[in-house]
């Protein structure tokens, strides 16, 4: 029985380890890859240590040292990105909110939510599912040209796309993006052109589905694909333009290979975000979960935080960043 416990204790640590390297294919794979980061963390330095004790000394060096190694791997691109610059002279500087509004219904009083929007601080402010949901013919209406935003909140422009929509005084052109998941617009500041893409990754469980019914696991499989073409077209936007901010609500975690290669190693990722929680704000579970980002490609980010649960009832907290142009 001994012998079995630690045999239970090395396949643990090794299946900790492959974690982060498991394919998103694999439908096993994104239901463990939606652990926290802070839990995966915690959960790795248990077992680590209960290998400590219950194992040689041989047997846990070697498992640390691989552990330590996968660790490095997958964190090394984001080990330089610690700090954040205070200096804003000679810099134009931009204050960029985003958050998921959780299909705010406009049938009802919209007061309340209003007051949250206009409350925001935002230059450019970019909402996802940002739609109204039809509760008798059961269906998503996008809204009509976005009044609350232009009435309440005094934005001149508004460019939406499906569920997204981005809001700005500033002037800019919306770019055409094959993805229904991306709603990008150029801006022109100081000669200098700025991409701002405002992302919804589909979200890949279904929480409302039983983990044994075979519903659930239905749904991963129909999601890999809408989630693998979005995350290539924003990793070839990344690849292509030299200036860009990217915010919204990613549905994916730091164990998730898609969201590390395509997104995090290509902007400014900071490793110390992932503490900091953005779901769920409406109370149900403890907010664990890092899902909303605000990130950059050859911008300065001065300031950044993920604002305190709000009035309107959604599930997401915003997340407000000030970012000044190179």
């Given at each position: 029985?001994k012998k079995?416990?630690?045999?239970?204790l090395?396949?643990?640590?090794?299946?900790?380890?492959?974690?982060?390297?498991?394919?998103?294919y694999?439908?096993?794979?994104?239901?463990?890859?939606?652990?926290p980061?802070t839990?995966?963390?915690?959960?790795s330095?248990?077992?680590i240590?209960?290998?400590?004790i219950?194992?040689?000394w041989?047997?846990?060096v070697?498992?640390?040292?691989?552990q330590?190694?996968?660790?490095?791997?997958?964190?090394?691109?984001?080990?330089?990105?610690?700090s954040?610059s205070?200096?804003?002279?000679?810099?134009?500087?931009?204050?960029?909110?985003?958050w998921?509004?959780l299909?705010w219904?406009q049938?009802?009083?919209?007061s309340?939510f209003e007051?949250?929007l206009?409350?925001?601080?935002a230059?450019v402010?970019?909402l996802?599912?940002?739609?109204?949901w039809?509760?008798?013919?059961?269906?998503i209406i996008?809204?009509?040209?976005?009044?609350n935003?232009?009435?309440?909140?005094?934005?001149?422009?508004?460019?939406?796309k499906g569920?997204l929509v981005t809001?700005?005084n500033?002037d800019?052109?919306?770019?055409?993006?094959?993805?229904p998941f991306?709603l990008?617009?150029e801006?022109?500041?100081?000669?200098?052109?700025l991409i701002i893409?405002?992302?919804h990754?589909?979200?890949?469980?279904?929480?409302q589905?039983?983990i044994?019914?075979?519903?659930?696991?239905?749904?991963?499989?129909?999601?890999?694909?809408?989630?693998k073409?979005?995350?290539s077209s924003?990793?070839?936007i990344?690849?292509?333009?030299?200036?860009v901010?990217?915010g919204?609500?990613?549905n994916?975690t730091?164990?998730m290979?898609?969201?590390?290669?395509?997104v995090?190693s290509?902007?400014?990722?900071?490793?110390?975000s992932?503490?900091e929680g953005?779901?769920?704000a409406?109370?149900?579970?403890?907010?664990?979960?890092r899902l909303d980002?605000?990130l950059?490609?050859?911008?300065?980010?001065s300031?950044?935080?993920?604002?305190?649960?709000?009035l309107?009832?959604?599930?997401?907290?915003?997340?407000?960043?000030?970012?000044?142009?190179?």
């Amino acid at each position: 029985m001994k012998k079995f416990g630690k045999f239970v204790l090395v396949i643990i640590n090794i299946s900790l380890m492959a974690l982060p390297f498991m394919p998103e294919y694999w439908v096993i794979s994104p239901v463990f890859q939606s652990i926290p980061f802070t839990i995966y963390i915690s959960l790795s330095i248990l077992s680590i240590t209960s290998i400590l004790i219950f194992l040689e000394w041989k047997v846990f060096v070697l498992i640390l040292g691989i552990q330590l190694s996968g660790f490095t791997y997958i964190l090394h691109p984001y080990l330089n990105s610690f700090s954040l610059s205070d200096s804003h002279e000679n810099q134009e500087v931009l204050s960029i909110t985003t958050w998921n509004t959780l299909y705010w219904d406009q049938g009802e009083d919209a007061s309340d939510f209003e007051k949250q929007l206009s409350a925001l601080p935002a230059d450019v402010l970019l909402l996802q599912e940002y739609i109204h949901w039809d509760r008798e013919a059961k269906n998503i209406i996008q809204l009509d040209n976005n009044p609350n935003l232009k009435d309440c909140c005094n934005y001149k422009n508004v460019w939406s796309k499906g569920e997204l929509v981005t809001a700005s005084n500033l002037d800019g052109i919306q770019i055409d993006v094959d993805n229904p998941f991306i709603l990008a617009v150029e801006f022109q500041i100081h000669s200098q052109k700025l991409i701002i893409l405002n992302v919804h990754v589909p979200v890949h469980l279904d929480v409302q589905n039983s983990i044994f019914h075979s519903n659930f696991w239905n749904f991963i499989r129909e999601r890999i694909g809408s989630r693998k073409k979005t995350f290539s077209s924003i990793k070839s936007i990344l690849l292509r333009e030299p200036i860009v901010i990217i915010g919204g609500d990613f549905n994916s975690t730091m164990l998730m290979s898609s969201m590390r290669d395509s997104v995090f190693s290509l902007t400014d990722f900071n490793i110390l975000s992932m503490f900091e929680g953005s779901y769920p704000a409406n109370g149900s579970l403890p907010n664990w979960w890092r899902l909303d980002h605000l990130l950059s490609k050859n911008v300065k980010k001065s300031h950044c935080v993920v604002k305190p649960q709000t009035l309107f009832n959604s599930d997401h907290m915003p997340i407000n960043c000030v970012f000044s142009l190179m």
